[in-house]
């Protein structure tokens, strides 16, 4: 089954368009009937995912609106906040599901009461040919530049973080008069260890995730 509906996720995601990328015309009554039938669909347990989606238009939309679940016909799979995009942004989607979904019932008549299913193997392969054949060419020009901006940004956090983690880690332990056992480093070890703070300090990766955010202006 074929995953579709899925948008940017930070700075460093070239897989997926911004919703903003593929807005365009539908007459208001396929539009909703296209909304309806996504709401219909049921929950999938097999593809659904650990918390709430959020809004890329930046609306304001609630977590219960947005969902955290995946829906499912039977022959796509789409996250629950999808019906969102189409009916409050005028968002597009693949012409292939637009016909399939018009020409079809969905699985519920509504958000209430809906069947639990676990879909078997899905991929995303054909929503992220999608999305390549849709990319702004100047979107993806913002995009890289916000990330170049981003990794500076970060540099500067993480030596900023780390070294307050190492103060603490000092402050907590002291420091002993061996050398780091860590090839290359000639920092003294804290107190009853064999590494120095900074080594002790395993898991860094997370501290400058916030610099990599989409935000507001990048998708204006």
Not at 25 to 44: C, H, I, M, W
Request: glycine share 10%.
């Amino acid at each position: 089954m074929n995953l579709i509906g899925y948008w940017i996720e930070d700075l460093k995601d070239e897989e997926f368009c911004a919703p903003q990328e593929v807005v365009g015309f539908l007459p208001q009554e396929v539009r909703t009937k296209l909304a309806n039938y996504l709401d219909g669909g049921s929950v999938d347990l097999g593809n659904s995912q650990m918390g709430f989606s959020w809004c890329r238009f930046f609306c304001g939309a609630s977590d219960s609106e947005m969902g955290s679940k995946a829906l499912t016909d039977g022959c796509w799979i789409w996250p629950e906040g999808l019906s969102h995009y189409v009916r409050a942004h005028g968002i597009l989607l693949p012409e292939e599901f637009v016909a399939h979904a018009l020409a079809n019932e969905p699985p519920h008549s509504g958000a209430d009461n809906k069947r639990v299913v676990r879909g078997g193997e899905a991929s995303l392969d054909y929503w992220r040919q999608w999305c390549a054949a849709r990319r702004s060419a100047s979107f993806l020009e913002r995009l890289r530049r916000a990330r170049t901006e981003a990794d500076a940004r970060a540099r500067i956090v993480e030596q900023e973080e780390i070294q307050q983690m190492v103060s603490e880690e000092i402050a907590r332990h002291g420091l002993g008069e061996e050398q780091c056992i860590f090839v290359g480093c000639g920092e003294r070890v804290l107190s009853g260890k064999k590494l120095c703070a900074r080594h002790v300090i395993r898991d860094t990766e997370y501290l400058a995730l916030g610099c990599y955010d989409v935000t507001p202006e990048l998708l204006a």
